[in-house]
């Protein structure tokens, strides 16, 4: 069996359930040792780890509350720490921007509180942690932000989570002219309603998953290895000269009227 990613260390933060546990083993089977981040659920964290380590892979969880003003700065003492002990050194080679929040709240309903929280996990947390793991990457690495449909097509019922998603795919590409110079690709997965616990609203009420499958080219609800198999793409050799770009995969989310 091919491991692409033999030899190379991964971060993916949010990975203990849904679209990053997907993402973790992924990595994980194409050979990377992954630290599966947490933000406050370690049991399913603890569980991700295991699944890998059945499966033959790597892993070791780490735990951080990146709304915390100091959540980046916690995740990567424990990266740093993690690392040293298990490869004598800091630098690994692949961050994975997973770790979201998405409360479904109109918005009338949005307070400040609500705003805050998004900002800071799914748009501030991003900007500095990639910016301390671009301390560590190795030149040739790779950075893949998590982006939604969204961008596109915004959630009424979701507003805050909408337009806070938006700066990703601007951040993406300026980080490609950045990191460009060190072969360091950056690139953006833009999932639509995929079956996880975040989006169980859209895709496990009956009667709303048909109506999502309507706006759809392929008629069923994506599951959260489909955005893992293109992280997987996206991660390995094969995507040497691909950055900067947004990577839709929603099943044709409404790309006809």
Same mark, same amino acid.
């Given at each position: 069996?091919?491991?692409?990613?033999?030899?190379?260390?991964?971060?993916?933060?949010?990975?203990?359930?849904?679209?990053?546990?997907?993402?973790?083993?992924?990595?994980?089977?194409?050979?990377?040792?992954?630290?599966?981040?947490?933000?406050?659920?370690?049991?399913?964290?603890?569980?991700?780890?295991?699944?890998?380590?059945?499966?033959?892979?790597?892993?070791?969880?780490?735990?951080?509350?990146?709304?915390?003003?100091?959540?980046?700065? $916690?995740?990567? @003492?424990?990266?740093?720490?993690?690392?040293?002990?298990?490869?004598?050194?800091?630098?690994?080679?692949?961050?994975?921007?997973? #770790?979201?929040?998405?409360?479904? &709240?109109?918005?009338?309903?949005?307070?400040?509180? $609500?705003?805050?929280?998004?900002?800071?996990?799914?748009?501030? @947390?991003?900007?500095?942690?990639?910016?301390?793991?671009?301390?560590?990457?190795?030149?040739?690495?790779?950075?893949?932000?998590?982006?939604?449909? &969204?961008?596109?097509?915004?959630?009424?019922? #979701? &507003?805050?989570? @909408?337009?806070?998603?938006?700066?990703?795919?601007?951040?993406?590409?300026?980080?490609?002219?950045?990191?460009?110079?060190? @072969?360091?690709? $950056?690139?953006?997965? #833009?999932?639509?309603?995929?079956?996880?616990?975040?989006?169980?609203?859209?895709?496990?009420?009956?009667?709303?998953?048909?109506?999502?499958?309507?706006?759809?080219?392929?008629?069923?609800?994506?599951?959260?290895?489909?955005?893992?198999?293109?992280?997987?793409?996206?991660?390995?050799?094969?995507?040497?000269?691909?950055?900067?770009?947004?990577?839709?995969?929603?099943?044709?989310?409404?790309?006809?009227?």
């Amino acid at each position: 069996m091919s491991r692409p990613l033999e030899g190379k260390i991964a971060l993916v933060t949010g990975a203990s359930r849904g679209i990053g546990r997907a993402i973790a083993q992924r990595l994980a089977a194409d050979g990377a040792l992954v630290a599966v981040h947490y933000g406050r659920n370690q049991s399913a964290a603890t569980e991700t780890v295991a699944a890998i380590t059945a499966a033959g892979g790597s892993a070791f969880a780490i735990g951080s509350d990146l709304a915390a003003k100091n959540g980046v700065k $916690v995740l990567f @003492s424990a990266l740093d720490e993690e690392l040293k002990a298990r490869t004598g050194a800091t630098q690994f080679d692949i961050l994975v921007n997973n #770790a979201a929040v998405a409360p479904f &709240v109109n918005f009338e309903g949005t307070t400040e509180e $609500v705003l805050d929280e998004i900002y800071a996990v799914n748009v501030k @947390s991003v900007f500095f942690a990639t910016q301390e793991a671009s301390k560590r990457l190795r030149d040739g690495g790779r950075v893949i932000n998590l982006s939604s449909v &969204v961008v596109r097509m915004p959630v009424v019922d #979701a &507003v805050a989570y @909408s337009i806070l998603k938006a700066p990703i795919d601007n951040l993406t590409q300026v980080l490609s002219t950045v990191l460009g110079a060190r @072969s360091i690709t $950056v690139n953006a997965v #833009a999932p639509g309603v995929i079956d996880t616990d975040m989006a169980a609203a859209l895709a496990r009420d009956p009667q709303t998953a048909e109506y999502v499958k309507t706006k759809q080219s392929l008629k069923r609800i994506g599951q959260p290895e489909d955005v893992g198999d293109v992280v997987g793409f996206l991660a390995s050799p094969e995507a040497r000269w691909v950055t900067g770009q947004v990577i839709e995969v929603s099943g044709g989310t409404v790309v006809t009227f």
